[in-house]
């Protein structure tokens, strides 16, 4: 019986024997160098630069693989930075890669990071370039093209010359191409998904991301991109000219709920509702100014014990860094429309939202009912009524200190329901809702028709 098992135990110890013997090989000392020799060779031969590196580490039982102290120069001159540093980078290698021509990696890791882009006044770049007759007959060359199943960037600051990006990202299924075409251009393609993206402002959760782009040293175009975050979808084109001092144009159109991109952003007020929004852009001399339009329909706020119910949004705006002003605004709530214009001003530790306009047939009944979660006695009141004219509004962060000036006609309808009292004359006073709402009127007379 045991001469049948006999040859396939001893292949099974030969194996374990080569597998154990390529372990303690690819451990020892002098092979740790001669792989790292061969990746910083490699490296240098991609970047077009010079490759330190403080710390190496091969780990052959997990294919994992750790450097500190990273320095890639790229093709950079004695007075420019490296084009990349990063104090840790480990990466995991996926067996696959030894099936197929294309690196992946199950992980990818690095700890404060910095990328330089740098494009010099002769529109030449301190990015790799093919040599010699590498692109002989050929359209373009790939530089990179690679793809990581988990992608994290801790503490990574990104510079095209003097402009600063800090990012940190954590992202799963990246995949990224990098091309070299005749003339200068770089072109690619890169996807993820279920990323996180930090800046020091926001922390936006992105289900899905695609983008083709190209640049050289005078522009660098995102010809089309996709993503889905906070809630939203959207598509938007992007292009950057003269790096040195930025100038470009956008285009964008996104769509979704609002509730998750309210919670994104903390606010507690809005529940529910469906937000568009699409415009086009241009930036230059450090400033961004956007116009277009937006609509937002159904939502349905609740401040203070207020809660008017659903409400529809229609607007153009116009935006710059300090304000967004909005014109031809119409929004439908409380069985009435209102008409106007406003303007958020966006300086000062959080935002100011003034609202100017012109009220026609706000049901007073409605009007009542959403005021009743805080003073339940206006739910017993029961009068019929339409409310026209103007009414001016103002508040602050999420719906903060909100506060309204009014001045109000109210017409009774030709007929009432059956225990409403039909109610005419009017109102100019105010209402506040901070803690709780408060109605201050300055000056009314009414009377009521049986």
């Known amino acids: ?20 013997t390529c372990l303690i090989v690819l451990n020892a000392e ?15 031969e991609i970047t077009g630069g010079p490759v330190h590196v403080s710390q190496f580490r091969f780990d052959p039982l997990i294919l994992r ?39 992946i990696l199950r992980s990818l890791d690095w700890d404060r990071a910095e990328i330089h882009l740098v494009t010099r006044s002769d529109g030449t770049m301190n990015l790799p370039v093919p040599q010699g007759a590498a692109l002989q007959g050929r359209s373009s060359q790939d530089l990179l093209d690679f793809s990581v199943g988990r992608l994290t960037l801790a503490r990574t600051q990104f510079f095209w010359n003097d402009n600063r990006v800090p990012l940190e990202l954590n992202a799963q299924e990246i995949g990224i191409l990098l091309r070299f075409r005749p003339g200068g251009r770089y072109s690619g393609t890169i996807s993820l998904s279920s990323a996180s993206v930090r800046t020091p402002r926001w922390n936006i959760p992105v289900s899905y991301l695609a983008a083709r782009f190209e640049f050289s040293g005078a522009d660098a175009n995102l010809n089309s991109i996709v993503w889905q975050a906070a809630g939203l979808k959207g598509k938007g084109s992007f292009e950057l000219h003269n790096p040195s001092s ?12 609002i509730l998750n991109l309210a919670k994104t952003f903390g606010s507690s007020h809005l529940r529910g509702g469906r937000l568009s929004v699409g415009g086009e852009g241009s930036y230059g001399a450090g400033e961004i100014s956007a116009w277009g339009h937006i609509q937002a329909l159904q939502v349905d706020i609740q401040v203070a014990g207020l809660q008017p119910g659903p409400i529809d949004f229609r607007s153009d705006y116009t935006a710059d860094s300090n304000r967004v002003r909005l014109s031809q605004v119409q929004i439908k709530a409380l069985g009435g429309t209102a008409r106007g214009n406003a303007e958020i001003s966006l300086q000062g530790p959080s935002p100011r939202y003034e609202l100017s306009t012109s009220v026609s047939n706000l049901d007073l009944t409605t009007l009542l009912q959403s005021l009743a ?26 719906l903060e200190n909100f506060r309204s000036r009014f001045n109000l006609r109210f017409q009774p309808p030709q007929l009432a329901l059956p225990g409403q009292y039909p109610l005419e004359g009017f109102m100019r006073g105010s209402i506040e809702t901070t803690p709780v709402p408060i109605l201050r009127i300055q000056e009314s007379a009414f009377h009521t028709r049986d």
């Open 1 to 20: 019986m045991l001469k049948h098992f006999r040859k396939p135990l001893y292949l099974l110890a030969g194996l374990l024997l080569t597998g154990a």
């Open 30 to 44: 002098w092979t740790q160098h001669a792989l790292e020799r061969l990746l910083v060779a490699r490296l240098e």
């Open 65 to 103: 693989l750790t450097m500190r102290g990273l320095r890639v120069d790229g093709r950079r001159l004695s007075s420019e930075p490296s084009l990349f540093t990063a104090q840790l980078v480990a990466a995991r290698i996926s067996p696959l890669t030894l099936l197929r021509r294309k690196l």
């Open 246 to 257: 930025p100038e470009g144009r956008f285009a964008f159109q996104m769509d979704g709920g």
């Open 373 to 398: 979660g805080a003073n339940t006695s206006l739910a017993a009141v029961s009068f019929a009524s339409k409310l026209n004219g103007t009414a001016d509004l103002y508040w602050q962060g999420a």
